[in-house]
């Protein structure tokens, strides 16, 4: 059975940091990409970053580049989103799926990401 589960989020200052863990169940991250999604109040989910499964690229959207880090530890089957200098606009839930773009097949239940003073 494929599960995803998020966890590491909460509530930062402006500039703080955060980790954000995926857990993978069910299958190995040699099978499929892991993205990291986010949905803030009233907007529409979009993408964060992703990570392949051929060769560990990776990918950013723009608002997070330079900021954000995506990685992986295969040996923990995990996936780490470090997301640094934090602005309240980053301030959404964030799923992590398999897959770097929508519609992906199997997403986590979400983790929530509050960035207030």
């Known amino acids: 059975q494929v599960q995803l589960v998020e966890s590491g989020g909460g509530l930062v200052q402006p500039g703080g940091s955060l980790r954000l863990s995926c857990a993978a169940s069910?299958?190995?991250?040699?099978?499929?990409?892991i993205g990291w999604f986010r949905q803030a109040p009233g907007k529409e989910r979009e993408g964060v970053s992703c990570i392949r499964s051929s060769d560990g690229s990776t990918y950013y959207a723009d608002y997070v580049k330079g900021r954000f880090t995506i990685s992986r530890d295969n040996a923990k089957n995990t996936v780490y989103l470090q997301m640094n200098s934090l602005k309240p606009e980053d301030t959404a839930v964030y799923y992590c799926a398999t897959d770097c773009s929508m519609p992906a097949k199997y997403w986590g239940q979400g983790t929530q990401v509050t960035v207030s003073s």
């Open positions: 069910g299958f190995t991250l040699d099978d499929y990409a």
